[in-house]
DNA sequence: CATGAATGAGTATTCATTCAT
DNA sequence: TATGAATGAATACTCATTCAT
């Protein structure tokens, strides 16, 4: 499985420096192994053994961190929604217009159906599954409206409404492009966007003028005081 | 199972005054058995035999009418999708503007997940195994997207794109109004299709204009000529 | 499948010019679709609707015909068997030597393996199920075996030992003929055989002198005497 | 079931004295349990279901050990083979004459369908369905050929159509025998195997010299080393 | 904690046979 | 006689989960 773009693909592995206890160190192994099983033969088609297998453990291992079958891919589920999500808040931290805010969170969530589509139809297959993969993304998109609405970028009646259509729209186009069923990806995303956004009250000229400033980085956390400390001393 | 709306309700039944043979009846009972089950324990969980006992059949019955446990739902998804879409498309036969015509679509389907929450949420997890659901729909969709935009009501830069915000919004708004999570449906469709329209480049006043026509009654098909025939002779 | 031997191709087809009543034609086509199925599944994996389906009958047919499954196979051993068995014999009908006649049986039989080695491995099949298949074919070997020794020709302790050298010796090498295991059939049916002769107490030269004469043709038989008239009056 | 003649008994059973890991001590009794059913109900008929109620297990328990319905049948044809060569071998060690080697492993090879008829019958059931049954005893076979052919002892032309005539003659004989067809096994075995012996070039009062020698004893193997030693310390 | 053998209910699918038409 | 839909028991194989070591 092709690695996760650099600033995600830590959300399974210990933190530079880091050396978690056995157990934490166990249960990434396990929720690795799940996440190459789950892609290559998708959520129902996974077995706890085959899980066990690609870990190198045996079966009855994995019911010493998770108590069902269920608890895993609910684990990654959220272990991943998390990730993605702290990763892109923090790398629009600066940004005040709730707009641009809004669609840099659209853009790099679209970014990682073409960078990754492997891991985005994982993160497609768990949603449907688990509703908290969306539910922990919703405050932070809805913050963002509200800002936006508040700076009179946005005119928007219904803020349920609103987080649906951007919803809905984002999760079926990142499919697409993750399925490779878009030609063009770049051009496809900005339009797509801009619709988005002339439909939460933008005007046409406001919607492209946002979709054309740059994105910004998407960095590596800042990590923890207590490994930045141990590293210090190394 | 709730029955579905009138004009969808007889999408395995037989026409009027119809006596299909013994074979399609089968069939036909078999299907609706699949529907039953598969609402109740969702697509992973249906197997055939719980198909067969709630058919009132030998699990063996099964296989003589469909070779394989996908091909059940493969029938009965596109059954479902090629119903809905006949029937949504026959009601608005009538009507030229391009604009209305999608909305109506649209709303159409969103009264789905209102009216018949178990159809809606049940076509849902087809849709997302059998991708014909949506691709047999796409196409009608299309033609009204390009009819409205040689009529100058829409203003789309990619089609692609705007299909996708279409679909990927009404599937959405589906799931979540059949959940029951939306708390007052029709104002909620209201807002989304607005926003929607204007992502498709209508002004908001357009868009509300276009709304606020009446949806026009759905009703059951012209019964083909010789079923028709046969009728009148009884 | 390649067809038989002329002289054995015609035990399930009408003789020349016959026209059997629609009751024998329907069930030698299904005789003759099992053939097709038993050689290329097995017997084992012959089932009773692909052998309809092949006929081109529906499976309820085929219990008009034989009242088991088991049935169709025994009786399709007992034609076969019978068959070869009589044009065999009639092949040698004028030699009065038994130890020529004894080779020629051997002879003709191992040329089934080399000549039609699906015939020969579907009549193993058949033979190891059916004990009828040998038991069919044992007294004649038997005869020729107790006219050779009454000739002088054999010198014979155990009758029944040596007709058990006789069919194990013979069985064995069709098998490994018609699975192309032997490289040069010929030479080795030769040298095989004057084996055999000689563990029936020939001394070398007499038996290689026999396995030289001339294998004696072939021939279809003289068709049965009803045929005969009619054809004549054609 | 009938016990196996004791030197052949313990292919399925410990060592004296052994206590193998309990992976190993079910994966035995599976195979014994495989010995019971497929005797009693053939090949074909043979469920592992059964296998594993006669084994006093669940039927999930077969496949820690065997991947396929198949494998268990080849495992076991491969162990029984295995040790009735192992021990025939054996028993003729110290033995010089290339043709009494020879004969004493066909008419150990018989000895077990007369004293165990329903090992034999399913050694026979086996070797049909798995080649290797008979490939692994051919190399023995050969060998003893080849060492009476250079010993002046037999005069075969065509090695090949040697083995096949021994190993046809036995494997049917040893059938009748074991089905009961023969009255007087002793001197049947006896007639036969001289007639065998014949063929393959000795003259018939040399063939009945060496079948008039003793048969050796067919001894339990010795003991591994390491077992030896534990049950010196017992 | 980790192991891995054992469990046993569950699954899709096959197939000989019956029987109403 | 032929049909072919229906039957329903049978079967190989899977897998979440348990538990003794």
Known sequence: MPALPEPLAHFLLPEDGERPPKR?????QLLQAAVQVLSARGLAGTSIQEIARVAGMAPGTVYNHF?????????????????????????YQGIEDGA??????????LWLGETSPAWALLLMQLSMAFPQ?????????????RLARSQGRFRV????????????TCL?????????????????VSELLQMVL???????????EVMARPLPPFALPAAPLAARARRRLA
Chains 1, 2, 3, 4 share one sequence.
């Open 24 to 28: 934490e160190r166990t249960r990434r």
């Open 67 to 91: 108590r069902t079958r269920e608890e895993i891919f609910e684990a990654l589920a959220v272990a991943l929604s998390t990730t993605l999500n702290e990763r892109v808040v923090q790398s």
């Open 100 to 109: 641009q805010r809004m669609s840099i969170g659209m853009r790099r969530f």
């Open 133 to 145: 993969v969306i539910e922990l993304i919703k405050p932070y998109s809805l913050g963002d409206l």
């Open 157 to 168: 009646a219904d803020e349920e409404a609103a987080i649906d259509m951007v919803f809905g």
């Open 172 to 188: 079926r186009a990142m499919t697409r492009i993750a399925e490779g069923e878009v030609a063009a990806p770049q051009a496809y």
């Open 198 to 208: 002339c439909g939460l009250g933008m005007a046409p000229a406001d919607a492209a």
